[in-house]
């Protein structure tokens, strides 16, 4: 079965940069896309930034040249490079791993959360202002 462990994420003040990663183990990844979700306090989990198979990108648009979403298929890790970071996007962030899917994957699906069939444990983003 395939488990996510995440690292990175911390405390920063507004306009910093912060690196968060997702390793997966497992014999599957490259049949899958990645994807990483927010959750703010009192608010609904929301999509931050996808990478298809391909390695084609989706990002919201609130962190869209802001926010890098890359992955590595030989080291099965998906990454999520964050600058310019504000204090709005202070909260806990998920990487997710789809189902096996095609070489490339719409922004729908990858936005959707009952695409992803197994999430990291969550790591802390604090902007302070």
């Known amino acids: 079965q395939v488990q996510l462990v995440q690292s990175g994420g911390g405390l920063v003040e507004a306009g910093g940069s912060l690196r968060l990663s997702c390793a997966a183990s497992?014999?599957?990844?490259?049949?899958?896309?990645m994807g990483w979700f927010r959750q703010a306090p009192g608010k609904e989990r929301e999509f931050v930034s996808g990478?298809?198979?391909?390695?084609?990108?989706y990002y919201t648009d609130s962190v869209q040249g802001r926010f890098t979403i890359s992955r590595d298929n030989a080291k099965k890790t998906v990454t999520l490079q964050m600058d310019s970071l504000k204090p709005e996007d202070t909260a806990l962030y998920y990487c997710?791993?789809?189902?096996?899917?095609?070489?490339?994957?719409?922004?729908?699906?990858?936005?959707?959360?009952?695409?992803?069939?197994?999430w990291g444990q969550g790591t802390q983003v604090t902007v302070s202002s």
């Open positions: 990478i298809e198979r391909s390695g084609g990108t």
């Open positions: 497992g014999r599957t990844f490259s049949d899958a896309a």
């Open positions: 997710g791993k789809t189902r096996r899917v095609a070489f490339f994957a719409s922004y729908a699906y990858l936005s959707d959360q009952t695409s992803y069939e197994t």
